[in-house]
T-cell receptor, first 114, second 116 residues
Framework: ETGVTQTPRHLVMGMTNKKSLKCEQH?????MYWYKQSAKKPLELMFV???????ENNSVPSRFSPECPNSSHLFLHLHTLQPEDSALYLC?????????????FGQGTRLTVV | AQKVTQAQTEISVVEKEDVTLDCVYE???????LFWYKQPPSGELVFLIR??????QNEISGRYSWNFQKSTSSFNFTITASQVVDSAVYFC?????????????FGEGTQLTVNP
């Protein structure tokens, strides 16, 4: 298996639920990212991990909690979400967090909060 | 602050037509990288090209070509002889240095539909 894999592909959850999104990369990359893609808006960077350490958190509400147990796996734990959190959540990885490094993306998890 | 503007929200063309997707960026940094990504219906963004701020040479790759004009802060993307498989959302992105590494800023994307 190669590339960046995200599970589940689709998720419907109630506002009181707790769920987790999973991302796995088999590219030997050292940096991993979570992005949120909402309709009619640019991709929003949520979290960045480099060598399993969080290096950026862009004022994301605490109801989103990332976890990076190793360089190949990244999780996004969700709890007490709001309907406006419904979006496509994309995971990406790159060799390093350098200027010239392209990111490789997963297919995303389509999240619907009801 | 960095910003990327893709003024064309949606473009619809007929197969075999040429189409140009516009991208205008803003940054005060002198060193930066520009990217184009394609997002097909399956969801994942696919890397197409990278260009650094010191290299203004245009690039051609098959039916794809890119025109980088630093004077107008633009990095436009042209598809020649478009095909139905080119239908996707295309994102332009700007990467600049941050204290924690680098930060990739995306435009809002252009939805390209190529009709048979």
């Amino acid at each position: 298996e190669t590339g960046v894999t995200q599970t589940p592909r689709h998720l419907v959850m109630g506002m009181t639920n707790k769920k987790s999104l999973k991302c796995e990369q088999h590219l030997g990359h050292n940096a991993m990212y979570w992005y949120k893609q909402s309709a009619k808006k640019p991709l929003e960077l949520m979290f960045v991990y480099s060598l399993e350490e969080r290096v950026e958190n862009n004022s994301v509400p605490s109801r989103f909690s990332p976890e990076c147990p190793n360089s190949s796996h990244l999780f996004l734990h969700l709890h007490t979400l709001q309907p406006e959190d419904s979006a496509l959540y994309l995971c990406a990885s790159s060799q390093w967090i350098n200027l010239n490094t392209e990111a490789f993306f997963g297919q995303g998890t389509r999240l619907t909060v009801v | 602050a960095q910003k990327v503007t893709q003024a064309q929200t949606e473009i619809s063309v007929v197969e075999k037509e040429d189409v140009t997707l516009d991208c205008v960026y803003e940054t005060r940094d002198t060193t930066y990288y520009l990217f184009w990504y394609k997002q097909p219906p399956s969801g994942e963004l696919v890397f197409l090209i990278r260009r650094n701020s010191f290299d203004e040479q245009n690039e051609i790759s098959g039916r794809y070509s890119w025109n980088f004009q630093k004077s107008t802060s633009s990095f436009n993307f042209t598809i020649t002889a478009s095909q139905v498989v080119d239908s996707a959302v295309y994102f332009c992105a700007l990467n600049v240095k941050e204290t924690s590494g680098s930060r990739l800023t995306f435009g809002e994307g252009t939805q390209l539909t190529v009709n048979p």
